[in-house]
């Protein structure tokens, strides 16, 4: 082997192990970047993430005064003429519903009319709660529902009459039914927290109801 070869040979390597520094360098320039931006986000989510109302779901629901209804199912009916089996319960927790066609989802907040259980299932398929009282109520009782569960900071929440049950409230949500013999903050604010929006129950969850 004569001495330019030898010469190229060692140029060669030594070009080799300087490109082999340099990519360490670099690569230790990234992962020092890397960590202080992990550090300062794990800084700044330690500031912020307990003011939010962020919730991490299971399937697991808690004991409470509300009840499992037999789960029917879920379906679109064409319209509301269409014959389908009885729901389980009154007012309905499960079942087939109507679709935006026919105005379903209904929009949140208080209605002064009787809604049907196969439109108010869309809103519970969405994870919406309904809050249902006797008709006939006392006013006082119904002012008391709109005042409590009316307004900017309440949503996919939605309050009407309903002709078919004998005790004052009922609470549903998808697949689970609260009833009531008197009006009590705490119970409904407890069957919200549990059951509004619970991904874990309500079919169509990502497909959000009317806001209007």
Request: aromatic share 12%; net charge neutral; glycine share 8%.
């Amino acid at each position: 082997m004569n001495k330019n070869t030898k010469k190229y040979k060692k140029n060669i390597q030594k070009r080799i192990n300087r490109e082999k520094r340099q990519k360490t360098k670099k690569i230790r320039r990234i992962l020092a970047f890397s960590s202080i931006g992990a550090i300062g986000l794990l800084f700044i989510l330690g500031l912020v993430l307990p003011g939010l109302p962020l919730k991490f779901w299971n399937n697991d629901i808690p004991e409470g005064d509300w009840e499992y209804v037999s789960n029917m199912g879920w379906g679109i009916l064409p319209n509301i003429d269409v014959p389908h089996d009885p729901y389980t319960s009154k007012p309905a927790t499960s079942g087939p519903f109507l679709d935006e066609k026919w105005g379903c989802p209904v929009s949140w907040g208080y209605h002064d009319d009787i809604l049907a259980d196969e439109c108010t299932l869309s809103n519970l398929a969405r994870g919406g709660i309904m809050i249902h009282y006797k008709q006939g109520a006392p006013e006082e009782i119904v002012e008391q529902l709109k005042s409590t569960f009316v307004g900017s900071n309440v949503s996919e929440i939605t309050i009407a009459p309903y002709n078919d049950m004998d005790n004052l409230i009922s609470l549903t949500a998808w697949n689970y039914i609260d009833r009531l013999d008197e009006f009590d903050t705490e119970r409904i604010w407890k069957f919200i927290d549990v059951f509004l929006n619970n991904p874990t129950l309500s079919p169509f969850y990502a497909k959000k109801g009317h806001l209007d």
